[in-house]
């Protein structure tokens, strides 16, 4: 396991991918790199160093601490040569001592090499103003969340997916009903036609996508989806240049039951989809055979800001790095709902007054 960085071969400055062109930029000389010239170049590599395996000395500590600690890994920045202490989900990040944007090419190889990712299309700067705009629109929000300081935490972080394509055969049985009611005299008539009806046919699901992150918020790592996937490429290490990354840290196996329940749910929507023209439909039977299923590991882009409230809770922000689509929670200030709540009584206090006068 190793740490690269990319570096101009003009001028040795650090090579970023800028998500405005689509291409690699160096942050000194302003050069321009496509894909392809980056993969040409060969990474600057720093060491990696196993982690101070502490067992002779603190036997009597807990086993847990042991684990975490045999589990981390010190990395040697390819620039300045600091130490770079990561997550054990890191998979890119900067030297906290040089700046330098350095990816960890040991987390995204091998068995956790990403088939695919989508590049960042949305940079720092587009964020921060769509970021301002989005908390301007909504009332009782505290100022400290908007800060300058606050502002400046806005990072660009690859998030770990799994996107699944399945194709099934599908049969379904069902009842239809139609109703004719009339009248002739005296009496009223009613008629319901039966009908069996019978449905068979492909189905074919398309990037059903499942947040790949213990840590992350269920809730955040899905309200930044859709992505539009015919952007998709195929994963280079280069793309994580000037960004966070996250590696997967849950697998296939934990995720394909919920799948595959989904994958149902829709298949039977779609079938059920075809029948038409009855007042009512019974589904009797439904059978969903999955033929062929594909699982992708995807890098998804997202922006995102983490603010910690006066009670200590933390808020998250997130917006989809590709097309700008927001998801957020956000504090609530109460000290400006009150006074906003006092207007509105005073006002109507005040109405009531003219009113009970002139009356
Ligand atoms: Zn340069
Ligand atoms: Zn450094």
Redesign the pocket.
Known sequence: MAVVSYK?P????ELIFSPTTQKYK??????DFSQEELEALKPEEGSEEKAVNFEEDTQEENTTEKETQEEAVIYHCPSCGAEIVTDETTAATFCYYCHNPVVLSGRVSGEFLPDKIIPFAIDKKQATEKFLDYVHSKKFVPKAFFNKQQIEKISGVYFPYWMVDMDMEGSMQAEGRNVRVWRSGDTEYTETKVYRVEREGDVHLEDITKNALKKSNAKLAEGVLPYDVSKVQKFHMGFLSGFLAEKRDIERTELNKQVQQEANEYGEKILRGTVKGYSSISVKSCHLNQTQENWDYTMLPVWTVTYKGKNGKMYYYSMNGQDGKVYGELPIDYKKVWILGGIVFGLVLILALIGGYLL
């Open positions: 101009c003009h001028c040795g400055g160096c942050e000194y000389c302003l050069s």
